[in-house]
Every structure is written in C-alpha cells, then in structure tokens.
C-alpha cells in the first residue's frame, strides 16, 4: 500500500493538528478584523446575516493568505508532541530513519499546496470579489458610481497612436469627450474628436464628430464630419477602461496575466503585476518548504514542548515575512529581477531547510 498503518497514524494525527491550528487561527483573525470594521457594523446598522456572509468571504482571504502558516505550525505542534510522547524515538528504535518519517508529511503538504494553489487562482478571485463588494458598498456604503463612472481615460493604442475619454460609463458602455490621434514619426496623420463613444455589437462608434486626414507629403488636409462611425483601431474592451477595486494579488492568475497584457498595449509600466503574477507560483510552494525547517527541530525535543515550538514558528513566520517583504518591494522597484523577487526568499528557506535535514539525528 502507498501509506502504511504507521504513515496513516502520522497523517492522522498532522491532519487533525492542521485542522485545529486552521480553526484557531481563523477564528483569531476573524476577531481582530471584526474590532476594527465594529464601528461601520454599528453606524450602518448592518444586519447579523450581511456581516456573517461577509466574514464567510473574509475567511477564505484567510486562508488564501495565511495557509502555509497554518502548515508551518501544524508540523512544528504535531511533530513536537510526538516527540515529546517518545513516539519519534520508538519510531527511530524500530530502524525507521527521520527522512521516512518525513515523508507522509512531506506527501500530503504537497496536496494541500496544489490544492491551495488552485483554490486562490480559480476560486478565490470570485469570492474575494464579493466580499470586495460588500465592504465598498455595503458596509461602508460607498456609491457604485464611483466605480462605474471612470474620468479622463488615457490610453495608447501602439506606439504614436493615442485616445482619451472625458468620461466613461462600464455598465451603459459609453463615454463622453472622445479623442484620438494618430501621429507616426510625430507626424500628424489622423486626429478623431468626438462627442460620444459608445460600445455595441462588439465594437466601438463614435458618434457627432469629425476626422481630419493630414497627408504626409504636403499640408494638405482633409476634414469629414460624421453623425457614426466605427473606430475600428480601438481593442480595448469595456471592462478594460473600469477602475479595478482588486489588486494584483487578489486577482486570479488568468486575469492577472490579461491585465498585464492590457498595461503592456497601453504601454503603460506592468513591473509591479509581473512580480505579482510569478508569486502566485512560488508563494503555494512555501508550504513545502517549510516542512524541511520544522521537521528536524521538533523531530529532537527540547525543553519547553508546544511553547518552544510556537516561539519557533513565530520565529519563523517573522523572518519569511520579512524577508519576503524586502524581495518584493525591491522586485517591484525594478532593482532585482522579477524571478528572484519571487523565488529568492523559497531559494534561501530550501537551502536553510536541506541543511538543517541532512544534518539533524536521522
């Protein structure tokens, strides 16, 4: 059999221990947010069920967030206690070496890092996009116009090649002050003014205005005015002009990459989403590393037990944090490669934790 009686009781009791540390620690954040959003809760008047749907969303934020923090406590507690009920050692007596004792553990954290990769690229976009909703709208009572409604649009459609909306309606797909202009080798070729814009049939009119031609061997021009006509130079859709209340992080990894293929037609700099896009990679992996760190501390007990396991966690937690912090901000600056902003701070945990299992009492 793949697991054996010993690797279901290893399983077993770190799966239990996940589950108990996934509950605590949920209910932990859900408390300290609920201080903090207390006051709109009350001034709002916000009915029991509206705040109950809204921490349903907010725990799956939780635990798109926070899951390889929850792997990294429940393999510090489970392995310690083991190791503190003799079990390791009996374990080891029996002729099983540290790495097999590993292994169960190692094998169902990378299902749990699969599925928490599937789960925040295809399935959190959409929820976190209605507890977005119902903290804007809701709870805080923000108008929707002010999301609908997007003001002096700018946009480049290649290279010498522009247009600008005074004003753009994404739910009626219209906008007012429209202007496009063409000008190759910053020449003048095509300038559009037009009143209105507007999207229908999957495709853009531009209606009450007029098209002045410039000829690129003399200053001849030529001027038509026009009650429609179709602006076929325009790919943008209308959800592409909209204000995104999600940030990059939040978005889902197919939509991250469209938005930055949008940024990089516009021309407009994406160095910040690119980071963001091959995090969502690397971050799901953490989960396994951390088993190579934790493993072999609280394979070995020491005095203190579950409290000196907590504080090493914590330890833990706090230098990936902070060293993950470092390495995107410094992506997002452009100063180091987008790759190394990603995968650098899992590069330096998957030495630290090889390290530490080669060298740990097998």
């Known amino acids: 059999m793949f697991f054996r009686v010993l690797d279901r009781y290893i399983l077993r009791y770190y799966l239990m221990t996940f589950g108990v ?15 903090d959003m207390l006051r709109y809760f009350v001034e709002k008047r916000i009915a029991l069920a509206v705040i109950a749907e809204y921490y349903v969303y907010f725990s799956g934020w939780a635990i798109k967030s926070f899951t390889p923090m929850f792997v990294l406590l429940a393999s510090l507690f489970s392995v310690t206690i083991l190791a503190r009920r003799q079990e390791v050692l009996a374990m080891k007596a029996s002729g099983l070496s540290l790495y097999r004792l590993t292994w169960p553990i190692f094998a169902i954290t990378i299902v749990i890092a699969a599925g928490h990769f599937y789960y925040s690229e295809y399935l959190f976009p959409e929820w976190n996009q209605r507890r977005v909703d119902m903290k804007e709208f809701v709870i805080r009572d923000r108008p929707r116009q002010s999301v609908t409604i997007v003001a002096n649009v700018r946009r480049q459609i290649e290279p010498g090649s522009f247009y600008t909306l005074e004003r753009f309606n994404t739910e009626r797909r219209e906008g007012q002050g429209f202007k496009l202009l063409t000008s190759p080798n910053n020449r003048l070729a095509k300038f559009i003014v037009a009143e209105r814009l507007s999207y229908t049939d999957n495709r853009w009119l531009a209606w009450k205005g007029s098209v002045r031609s410039f000829s690129e061997t003399d200053t001849t021009e030529t001027y038509l005015a026009f009650d429609t006509l179709s602006v076929f130079e325009i790919d943008d859709r209308p959800a592409d002009l909209a204000r995104r209340i999600s940030k990059p992080e939040d978005m889902g990894l197919v939509e991250l990459q469209n938005y930055i293929n949008l940024l990089n037609r516009v021309g407009a700099p994406y160095t910040r989403e690119l980071v963001d896009l091959k995090l969502k990679y690397s971050f799901p992996v953490t989960s396994v590393i951390v088993i190579l760190i934790t493993v072999p501390f609280a394979a070995n007990p020491r005095r203190g037990g579950v409290a000196a396991s907590f504080a090493v966690g914590a330890g833990i937690a706090l230098a990936y944090f902070v060293l993950f912090k470092i390495s995107q901000s410094t992506g997002y600056n452009a100063r180091i490669d987008p790759d190394l902003a990603a ?15 080669l060298t740990a009492r097998k």
């Open 21 to 35: 540390v996934m509950i605590a620690a949920l209910l932990t954040i859900v408390v300290i947010n609920m201080v």
């Open 343 to 357: 995968w650098g701070v899992n590069g330096l945990f998957l030495l630290v934790g090889s390290v530490l299992m």
